[in-house]
């Protein structure tokens, strides 16, 4: 047997440096900060010198790895006692347990020690068979029925050797099933070699046509996609498809997992009598526990695996869709489509209030479209209105040709028409918060407010939706709810504290994404703002009810007071940090005012004539970076693409034509494109480039404006095949296949989805592009 493993001795501080490859002492800095009550974007901001300017990735890595190991340290404890309770606990074991290193090891080591109901080898030991099993493993050269003979005992439920044989059995195979070093070599062997394999159920092959990639399907574990697993899963969860976990290729020979478990216990046919019945014990413990055991452990190592991909592609998706470039202050009109119920209509001015709604009904059963033309000029007319925002839901198509007329018929009004996604509307339309920031105002036409505010400010107004509900995941519903809960929580605070807010103008949604910001005292800010006028200094915050010194150390630093009593209120810099700058007004004679943005004067400043004991090298830079251009948006500027007249509907489509389009969701195995139809197409990763590419997020990312060109268009299937290098050939053929499979799926573009004549950079379609796809 392989020695115990020795106990790491290193703190969890230390683990964790030595994972991510930085200094011990930073990580304990991080996590002294992140135990002090500091959020990520404080510390990844502010305090760069204590933790030797780790970035919000790093902090973020070491958040999550401290929440794993922690919770490591609580399971290692609890199992130290139950075992201890017992009166089990050996020096030897102790070590064992304080060595393992991961949860699933630990679980290993404390199985054959864990409370469970009682087994059939529990009631064999019952019945005094643990000395013939020992007997039988020991000594071979016994011949098995005669050994069982002695221990016939029907007073104990052992009525004849055969039961005394099934007793020994079924406490060998227990034995070999919980010896950990065991579990875990045969359970990493069959990673490595192992395969999923999924078959159609009989009679579903119809109902089940979504999932028919998967309906004779082979793969190495090791090359599932996160994609495929999740699909797959849902196959077996709808009926469809049956899993199977197969330990490694079929062959005609014995199990080499047999063979290891055989070795491990010194079992082998060397023609004693004992031999077979041993040889027959181990392909029955491998059969009926240990396969079992390890199919349990792998499928949740593959779904697992497959969440955390899925959880990563969403939070990237997010995270651009977040940081998109915005509108900005320009009156806008949201139009909500629709048909039977009419287009909902709402005019919003430069700052996001609503000032007009109505409701038009150009399009059947009514019909009223020149008056519907009428009402749009004249609502366009009276407030200024400069953007035209058209929700991406059914009647897009229609309505986006009754903005194209209104434009057409109206040149003096200099509108631009943008598609912008319906996604999670109608969720903030029926919410709360929406019911008390538009109190008097119908359901219907909140969605036409949202449509029109996610065009000024996507980032504003999406952080009033629950982030699942924008849609930009892969099988969002089939993943964790608290790791992507977790993880799309994160991407919204380090984007709005990444981007900043305004803190006379933020909504309370908003504000409780800030650095030390709970969703009560965002709500006590927008009380005081309204009870007693703007913000004029970020020193007022602290007049805020509950808002106390730590809260305010976290979060003066995003706040911006635009047109306060000081300037600085409007940069990112620090309030703990403003003695700094008066040393540089004082230095170069300047007041804060006309030093902010004198880029000459500024860099002819040395950041380390201004270093003290508090403030280092790194604050310094920072600040004199921000006093350059207080206040920035890191978001891109603000882009619209315009689709190919003429082509509104999947039939338009023809192979090798060139068109622009807007990437609206990204995805593991390519990207979907929305090109101005019913339905996205998927530029599959093989067409993105004429290099390998790893991950298609390297090459596009959702918002991104592209050219492609038309490879296929499936019209009975609603899909449409494209690629971003456009000397390629356009013909119907077969996608590349994916995978190392015996019949990996063929990647094909997205069914469904919404027409969308227009769209902006970075707020095209958010829909779950996969859901419409058929494969979520």
């Known amino acids: ?197 999924a078959k159609v159920k009989e009679g579903k092959e119809e109902a089940g046509a979504k999932f028919a990639d998967y309906f004779d399907f082979s793969e190495p574990f090791t090359a599932l996609p996160s994609h495929r697993v999740l699909a797959m899963l849902r196959g077996e969860k709808e009926d469809v498809l049956d899993l199977v976990l197969e330990p490694e290729e079929p062959t005609d020979g014995p199990s080499s997992y047999e063979g290891i478990v055989a070795h491990r216990f010194g079992i082998g046919d060397r023609g004693r009598p004992g031999d077979k019945w041993l040889l027959d014990t181990v392909r029955w413990a491998w059969r009926t526990r240990i396969l079992v055991h390890l199919g349990i452990d792998l499928r949740l190592r593959l779904r697992t695996a497959a969440e955390d991909e899925a959880v990563e592609v969403f939070a990237a998706n997010l995270r651009d869709l977040l940081l998109a470039a915005p509108a900005g202050t ?104 929406a019911s008390q920031e538009l109190p008097d105002m119908d359901v219907s036409l909140r969605g036409a407010v949202s449509i029109a505010r996610r065009l000024q400010d996507p980032l504003a107004e999406l952080v009033k939706i629950d982030p699942k509900s924008i849609g930009v995941g892969q099988y969002q519903h089939d993943l964790s709810e608290v790791k992507l809960s977790r993880s799309l929580d994160a991407v919204v605070e380090d984007c709005v504290n990444g981007v900043g807010v305004d803190v006379n103008t933020a909504s309370a949604p908003l504000l409780a994404r800030v650095s030390g910001i709970t969703s009560g005292l965002a709500e006590n800010i927008v009380a005081h703002r309204d009870a007693h006028g703007p913000f004029r200094s970020r020193g007022e915050l602290k007049k805020v009810s509950r808002l106390g010194p730590k809260a305010y150390e976290q979060c003066a630093g995003f706040l911006r007071i635009r047109g306060g009593d000081d300037p600085l209120d409007a940069s990112s810099v620090h309030p703990e940090a403003y003695p700094v700058v008066r040393r540089m007004v004082k230095t170069t004679g300047q007041e804060v005012a006309s030093l902010i943005g004198n880029t000459s004067v500024l860099r002819s400043l040395r950041p380390a004539d201004f270093v003290d004991d508090t403030f280092g090298l790194p604050t310094v830079t920072d600040i004199l970076k921000e006093l350059e251009k207080p206040g920035r948006d890191p978001r891109p500027a603000f882009r619209t693409a315009t689709f190919k007249e003429g082509v509104e509907k999947i039939s338009d489509l023809a192979a090798g034509m060139v068109l622009e389009g807007v990437v609206t969701n990204v995805a593991a195995f390519g990207a979907f494109v929305d090109v101005g139809v019913h339905q996205d197409g998927l530029v599959h990763v093989s067409a993105m480039s004429k290099t390998f590419v790893k991950d298609p997020r390297d090459v596009v990312k959702p918002g991104d404006i592209v050219k492609v060109k038309v490879l296929d268009v499936d019209i009975p299937r609603k899909r449409i095949s494209l690629t971003l290098r456009l000397d390629d050939e356009a013909a119907a053929r077969e996608q590349p296949r994916e995978g190392r499979g015996k019949r990996a799926p063929r990647q094909r573009p997205a069914p469904g989805g919404k027409g969308k004549p227009a769209a902006p950079a970075g707020s095209g379609a958010m829909a779950d592009a996969l859901r419409r796809a058929g494969l979520a």
């Not at 010198?49 to 401290?66: F, G, W, Y």
């Open 330 to 433: 320009r009156a806008t009109l949201g139009l909500d489509p629709g048909f039977r119920t009419g287009v909902k209509v709402a005019v919003v001015d430069a700052t996001g209030k609503v000032v007009a709604t109505d409701v038009i009904h150009p399009h059947v059963p009514a019909n009223r479209w020149d008056e519907a033309i009428a009402k749009l000029a004249k609502l366009a007319k009276e407030h200024a209105v400069e953007l035209i925002a058209i929700g991406n839901g059914t009647a897009s198509r229609e309505t986006d040709k009754l903005a194209g007329e209104l434009i057409a018929k109206h040149p003096e009004l200099k509108l631009t028409k943008v598609m912008v996604s319906e996604a999670g509307a109608s969720v903030y339309s029926a919410s709360a918060f």
């Open 1 to 197: 047997m392989t020695t115990p493993e020795s106990i790491d001795t290193r703190s969890i501080e230390g683990r964790i440096a030595g994972e991510l490859g930085v200094r011990e002492r930073q990580v304990k800095a991080a996590v002294e900060l992140l135990d002090g009550g500091s959020t990520v974007p404080f510390i990844a901001r502010y305090r760069k010198e204590a933790t030797e300017m780790l970035d919000d990735a790093q902090l973020r890595a070491i958040e999550e790895r401290l929440r794993y190991l922690r919770e490591l340290e609580d399971r290692r404890t609890a199992v130290l006692d139950s075992v201890r309770e017992q009166g089990k606990l050996t020096a030897e074991l102790e070590a064992r347990i304080r060595g393992a290193q991961t949860k699933a090891r630990l679980e290993d080591i404390y199985l054959p020690y864990k409370p469970k109901r009682r087994t059939k080898a529990q009631i064999a030991r019952e019945a005094g068979l643990e000395p013939l099993a020992e007997g039988l493993l020991t000594d071979p050269s016994v011949q098995p029925l005669a050994a069982a003979a002695a221990f016939v005992d029907a007073s104990k439920g052992v009525a004849d050797p055969q039961a005394a044989l099934d007793g020994a059995r079924a406490i060998l195979t227990e034995r070999f099933a919980e010896d950990a070093d065991l579990i875990g070599e045969l359970r990493e062997r069959m990673w490595q070699r192992g395969r999923l394999t």
